[in-house]
């Protein structure tokens, strides 16, 4: 698919060349469009928000509709408070078309390399593009990540990876073991205990903070703003008698409150688990809080306590890498974990005209820092060009 602008910018100058057709990518070129700059989508699926297409059919934002709007463009008030995986597709379209964007589809950039002033993209089918900045926007949850566990390779049972899960009705009557207890985790195993699995069990290592998504009418999401600039200290102080407010004690069934604080948590990259159900499928015995899986025998899974099960199914919610190595990882501009060194409009010092968006988690809310981040770019790019 490519959508062209009924009138783009006429220009001198090369393109700004974004890679990446979501919410980050999307935000930004309508931005850089509403400055008079050209920027060319590059996306290597078929259509825009591919990421959100293959999520899980239960999935909702974490965060209100009316912030998590992208700029110049409401998202509707009849998708609800807490927009739908579907809606957010449908509202991803409409912002393409609403801001006239260039998107290019099922083309793949692979790697990204500076040529004097300007930058140069190879991409699949022998393409070589040059433009005069490049916005990466590939996104955060990117390749999903299985843990090394000994034997997996030679694991008989059924294991798979969150990316692929999308309902219960596979699952029906069926021992489920999910790994991982971030929000991805915590909602399938909600969604199978109440989809009719025989017996869900959830792998915990790392106990999470568990909040709700709303209090008295009050969502976290606007707690998150409010406290993001504080110091870790005090918010871990005040997530702490706030917890003991809001957030259920669940220690007798195996998830006691985590030993270290909301903000020191969040800085390392783990946002609070939002409670969409798992709380109640805990209390109420459906869901089984069981340890850390080490490794995998057969068709047996070992525990970190030295017990063994035997779940038909294993699906395991262990997260993505950003995997942006083989994109950029040449220019130096990766930390040791592979995430960018700068965001927003801050470019590397060794890479000017090279941008990052959407490669953080912040407790405020993904999209609305997406929103604010493409401003920053798209104001830092068009100054550069006056």
């Given at each position: 698919?490519?959508?062209?602008?009924?009138?783009?910018?006429?220009?001198?100058?090369?393109?700004?060349?974004?890679?990446?057709?979501?919410?980050g990518g999307l935000a930004v070129a309508a931005t850089l469009r509403a400055r008079g700059v050209r920027a060319v989508v590059l996306e290597k699926s078929d259509a825009v928000g591919?990421?959100?297409?293959?999520?899980?059919?239960?999935?909702?934002?974490?965060?209100?509709?009316?912030?998590?709007?992208?700029?110049?463009?409401?998202?509707?008030?009849?998708?609800?408070?807490?927009?739908?995986?579907?809606?957010?597709?449908?509202?991803?379209?409409?912002?393409?078309?609403?801001?006239?964007?260039?998107?290019?589809?099922?083309?793949?950039?692979?790697?990204?390399?500076?040529?004097?002033?300007?930058?140069?993209?190879?991409?699949?089918?022998?393409?070589?593009?040059?433009?005069?900045?490049?916005?990466?926007?590939?996104?955060?949850?990117?390749?999903?990540?299985?843990?090394?566990?000994?034997?997996?390779?030679?694991?008989?049972?059924?294991?798979?990876?969150?990316?692929?899960?999308?309902?219960?009705?596979?699952?029906?009557?069926?021992?489920?073991?999910?790994?991982?207890?971030?929000?991805?985790?915590?909602?399938?195993?909600?969604?199978?205990?109440?989809?009719?699995?025989?017996?869900?069990?959830?792998?915990?290592?790392?106990?999470?903070?568990?909040?709700?998504?709303?209090?008295?009418?009050?969502?976290?999401?606007?707690?998150?703003?409010?406290?993001?600039?504080?110091?870790?200290?005090?918010?871990?102080?005040?997530?702490?008698?706030?917890?003991?407010?809001?957030?259920?004690?669940?220690?007798?069934?195996?998830?006691?409150?985590?030993?270290?604080?909301?903000?020191?948590?969040?800085?390392?990259?783990?946002?609070?688990?939002?409670?969409?159900?798992?709380?109640?499928?805990?209390?109420?015995?459906?869901?089984?809080?069981?340890?850390?899986?080490?490794?995998?025998?057969?068709?047996?899974?070992?525990?970190?306590?030295?017990?063994?099960?035997?779940?038909?199914?294993?699906?395991?919610?262990?997260?993505?890498?950003?995997?942006?190595?083989?994109?950029?990882?040449?220019?130096?501009?990766?930390?040791?974990?592979?995430?960018?060194?700068?965001?927003?409009?801050?470019?590397?010092?060794?890479?000017?005209?090279?941008?990052?968006?959407?490669?953080?988690?912040?407790?405020?809310?993904?999209?609305?820092?997406?929103?604010?981040?493409?401003?920053?770019?798209?104001?830092?790019?068009?100054?550069?060009?006056?």
């Open positions: 698919m490519v959508t062209t602008p009924q009138a783009p910018p006429s220009q001198a100058v090369h393109p700004v060349y974004v890679i990446g057709g979501g919410p591919a990421s959100w297409r293959g999520h899980y059919d239960r999935l909702r934002l974490h965060t209100t509709r009316r912030l998590s709007a992208l700029p110049g463009l409401k998202i509707p008030r009849s998708y609800g408070r807490w927009v739908a995986r579907a809606d957010v597709v449908r509202y991803l379209e409409a912002y393409a078309e609403e801001h006239e964007l260039e998107i290019v589809t099922g083309v793949e950039v692979f790697r990204v390399e500076r040529d004097g002033t300007d930058w140069v993209l190879h991409a699949t089918g022998g393409r070589r593009m040059v433009g005069s900045a490049v916005v990466v926007a590939t996104g955060y949850n990117h390749t999903p990540r299985l843990p090394a566990w000994p034997g997996r390779g030679t694991y008989e049972g059924e294991l798979r990876h969150a990316r692929e899960y999308r309902n219960p009705v596979p699952y029906e009557g069926k021992d489920v073991l999910v790994v991982g207890v971030g929000n991805t985790g915590a909602e399938i195993a909600a969604d199978l205990a109440e989809g009719g699995a025989a017996r869900v069990r959830l792998a915990v290592r790392t106990v999470p903070h568990i909040v709700r998504r709303t209090t008295l009418g009050w969502p976290a999401q606007r707690s998150g703003i409010l406290v993001r600039r504080l110091p870790v200290g005090l918010v871990d102080l005040l997530g702490r008698g706030l917890a003991r407010f809001a957030s259920p004690d669940l220690s007798a069934h195996g998830l006691p409150r985590p030993d270290t604080g909301l903000a020191t948590r969040t800085r390392a990259g783990a946002v609070p688990v939002q409670d969409v159900g798992l709380v109640a499928a805990v209390r109420s015995g459906k869901v089984e809080v069981v340890a850390a899986v080490e490794a995998l025998d057969g068709r047996e899974v070992v525990l970190a306590d030295g017990s063994r099960i035997t779940p038909d199914a294993v699906i395991a919610a262990t997260g993505y890498d950003r995997a942006l190595e083989p994109l950029v990882g040449h220019l130096g501009v990766l930390d040791a974990a592979g995430r960018p060194l700068t965001r927003g409009s801050r470019c590397p010092r060794t890479a000017p005209g090279l941008y990052f968006i959407g490669f953080t988690n912040p407790i405020s809310g993904m999209l609305r820092e997406l929103a604010r981040d493409a401003e920053k770019i798209a104001r830092r790019i068009a100054k550069g060009r006056r």
